[in-house]
């Protein structure tokens, strides 16, 4: 894998931290999104990119180490009684031996890589949603009118 490639997959990863945060701080400021999104220039997109790269960082790393024992589990159940150190010697077999499979364990790797970072960054964009919702629009509401 290129290093081109690993940073996009750390960006997709990033971007989808950065909403979550970014909701996150909306909810605890009490900010509402009343006039949209503002505009952002050349230089906060570049700053919002160095900021998602390293939270893309974060979440992997966070994501890796909640879903590694999922991951060992399935593992164990294909290549049954083999060690660890076994199965990175056969993988590191095929990479070298056969180009065609080395590509596919990669994009594999990658795509992987991806969706375990997603399925934290979902669950967190949701939580941060819906307090932020609960924040701005819920607790806002006047309630006393329900109970007169």
Known sequence: MSTTHLIAELLVIGIGAACWL?????????????YGVPRLDAAYLILLS???YVLGIVVDRLARSLLNPIEDSQ???IFGALSAAEVESLERYVL???????????YNRSRLR????????????LVAYLAWYWRTRVASLDLTLLFT
């Open 114 to 125: 991806i969706c375990r970072a997603w399925l934290i960054n979902t669950l967190l964009i």
């Open 75 to 77: 593992r164990r159940k």
């Open 22 to 34: 970014a909701l996150a701080i909306a909810a605890a400021l009490g900010y509402k999104l009343e």
């Open 50 to 52: 160095a900021v998602a």
């Open 96 to 106: 070298t031996h056969s180009e065609p499979l080395a590509r596919q364990i990669q």
